[in-house]
């Protein structure tokens, strides 16, 4: 990559805001390549640099990502217009300005939640051509029928004028509690409002929603209901292979 100015690279590894980043560089305290530099308008190539500050090595990345376990009573966007946004649960080390959330979650729906910076990896994770899947836990009002399972599954059910692709209804989901109005879906695309229309066109409702898994990534048991952390290299890079795309950046 090109040469950027030393507060630009440090602001994108959130090291700090420009101010902070001028004043640990007047302090002598961040090092490129083992030179202090003192000039916050230093340029340099960040993917070719060894970036240390306060003695700490930093690891230069392209793109970030993260999960979220959503919980009800936030709305998925990053900016407070409509609700609170999901970024507001976000601890101070996570906040960036450019996080984009990865597909939508409705108000009342809680679970796992992806944020990425990178705008091509979000397009095809979210384009109904990759059939990347988005598995729910659904609570319903009327128990769930191996007719639904039957319809769901030839894909012949439409929204909106237009043919959903097949997706696959579980109807227990835990075996050990067989429970017809506890049920899993897998859908392969992310229409609006998608799962509650779904139940809805089969007469039925859904009064919880909670989504454990978006392809190849599951929500963790141990991650609490509004928590949230970084992911692995192992997960980030099973979603670029999820959609074709070879490596992580
Ligand atoms: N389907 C819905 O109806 N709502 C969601 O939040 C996600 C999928």
Known sequence: MGKERLDKILGHL???????????????????????ITDSAFKFDP?????????ERLEYQTYFYLM???????ITSTKDRDGIPITALLPEELQR?????????DKDTEGLLLL??????????????????????VELARPATPDDVAVFAAGDLELDGEALQPAELHLSPDPY????????????????????????????????????????????????????????????????HAVGLANAK
Not at 194 to 207: D, I, S, Y
């Open 177 to 240: 509690k067989p429970d017809p109005y506890k049920v899993e879906l897998v859908i392969r695309e992310g229409r609006f409002h998608q799962v509650k229309r779904m139940f809805a066109a089969r007469g039925n409702e859904v009064t919880y929603l909670k989504r454990v898994a978006f392809g190849p990534i599951w929500l963790p048991a141990d991650l609490p209901l509004g928590g949230s952390r970084k992911l692995t290299a192992e997960e980030t890079q099973a979603l670029y």
């Open 116 to 137: 990425t910076t990178d705008g091509e990896l979000l397009h095809r994770l979210t384009h109904p051509r990759w059939k990347v899947t988005k598995r729910y836990y």
């Open 68 to 74: 979220l376990n959503k919980p009800a009573g936030y």
């Open 47 to 55: 993917s070719l640099a060894r970036i240390e500050v306060a003695g």
């Open 14 to 36: 959130g090291v700090g805001t420009r101010k902070e980043i001028h004043r640990l560089a007047r302090a002598g305290l961040i090092t490129v390549d083992g030179e202090i």
């Open 97 to 105: 300005d450019d996080w984009m959330p990865v597909g939508r979650l």
